[in-house]
């Protein structure tokens, strides 16, 4: 009976080991993960890729945008989820579609890798650029030819050109300024003060208005405004292209940011004239509208563009375009279960391989786990000897 007791209290003890043996080589082959980054090299062909920005996008929703430096880009924090089609755009192309990969293994680097080339588009083909296009001329969203123009004693007479009946159009360049906010707060204040819904009445609240003002000065906003003449067989336009990068310059990620643009009444009185390649919500149709940027990451920058025509010059010496307002935004709680992985050193070269979208994760260690059965096998013995061999 003793004997029995004895193996009883041996099997027990060498099952228990097992098992948890078994759970510790299981728990070591799944490794843990943390959130993929994307990034990549991008290769310009007849156009220079630095200086460009690249956007992430989920269908028409901005995700994230970088600028290309030295021929690499990269875009931390994407916050698009496992399976979602991302695509990369630059000056409004698509260039490079992929699935994402909401997860990286732990030991290596934590970037999925898309390379791509940068070219000119075609005719017929979205733009938000002239740089892009073969032809040179983007019109409405869109790459078309810019037509040289002829002579004739029927035409009027323009910079670039001379507009004869039966040409398609010309289009000559305005004016093109870039602007800087100042984070002068009183204007700020002032402008939102001045924005009323369609009944005429204040369109924000007082305590809205001051956590706006307030939180001015967490965004960095550069505004760019080109002015263009378009004359065409149905008479002569101004195009106007606004388009504004805004940078969180906090420490923390951002989602759901809410970016509020007054457009100017000198250049158009209804939102119904606005087109833009991001989706937008009328606020007011005298116009103020808004805008949704998904995620900005600290240090991070994302890029709106809007256009609208005007039938008169649009001098933008004396119409003031006010500085969009972000009206709301969450910030992204800080995940305390996992640490937080430092950026990758962007010196690093990046695999030319784009046919594998992941970088091998390092080898594991099993030292650990190898010392660790060692000692669970040296006690099964121990008790062995101890236990049985002595009854």
């Known amino acids: 009976m003793e004997m029995l007791n004895g193996k009883y209290v041996f099997r027990t003890l060498f099952s228990l080991i097992f098992v948890i043996s078994l759970m ?57 989820n496992t399976n979602d089609t991302i695509t990369l755009r630059v000056l409004g192309a698509d260039f490079n579609s992929f699935t994402f990969q909401g997860f990286c293994k732990t030991g290596s680097d934590p970037w999925v890798i898309e390379n791509f080339t940068v070219s000119k588009q075609a005719n017929g083909v979205t733009c938000t650029a002239d740089a892009i296009c073969t032809s040179g001329y983007c019109n409405s969203g869109t790459c078309q030819t810019r037509p040289t ?16 009946p039966g040409d398609t159009n010309t289009t000559t360049v305005v004016s093109e300024t870039t602007e800087i906010n100042d984070s002068n707060q009183e204007a700020l204040r002032d402008a939102l003060d001045g924005m009323n819904d ?27 405004i080109l002015v263009q003449k378009i004359v065409s067989s ?34 158009t009185s209804s939102a119904s004239n606005i087109t833009s390649l991001i989706p937008f919500t009328t606020i007011v149709n005298d116009p103020v509208i808004e805008f949704t940027i998904a995620n900005l990451a600290a240090g991070e920058k994302a890029t ?7 039938s008169t010059l649009v001098d933008v010496n004396k119409i003031s375009f006010a500085d969009p307002v972000i009206r709301t935004a969450t910030v992204v709680p800080v995940d305390t279960n996992h640490p937080v992985i430092p950026e990758p050193d962007t010196n690093k070269p990046v695999t030319p391989d784009n046919n594998v979208p992941i970088t091998p994760a390092a ?28 009854k």
Do not use: H, R
């Open 198 to 224: 369609e009944q005429g009445n204040p369109l924000y609240t007082p305590d809205q208005i001051s956590n706006m003002v307030s939180n001015s000065g967490n965004y960095e906003i550069v505004k760019t």
């Open 304 to 310: 709106i563009v809007y256009t609208a025509n005007s």
């Open 24 to 80: 510790s080589i299981t728990f070591a082959l799944v490794p843990t993960t943390e959130p993929c980054w994307v990034k990549g090299t991008v290769t310009g062909n007849g156009i220079t890729a630095d200086g460009l920005t690249v956007g992430a996008y989920e269908g028409s929703t901005l995700l994230k945008s970088a600028t290309i430096v030295d021929g690499n880009y990269s875009l931390n924090s994407v916050g698009a």
């Open 234 to 267: 149905t008479g002569t336009v101004y195009k106007v292209t606004v388009t504004t990068s805004i940078k969180n310059k906090t420490t923390g990620d951002l989602k759901d940011v809410k970016v509020v643009v007054e457009v100017p009444k000198a250049v």
């Open 149 to 164: 123009g002829g002579s004739g004693s029927t035409g009027g007479s323009g910079s670039g050109g001379t507009y004869v």
């Open 363 to 390: 080898p594991m260690d099993f030292t650990m786990l190898i010392v660790g059965i060692i000692v669970l096998l040296v006690i099964v013995g121990a008790v062995y000897f101890l236990v049985i061999k002595k």
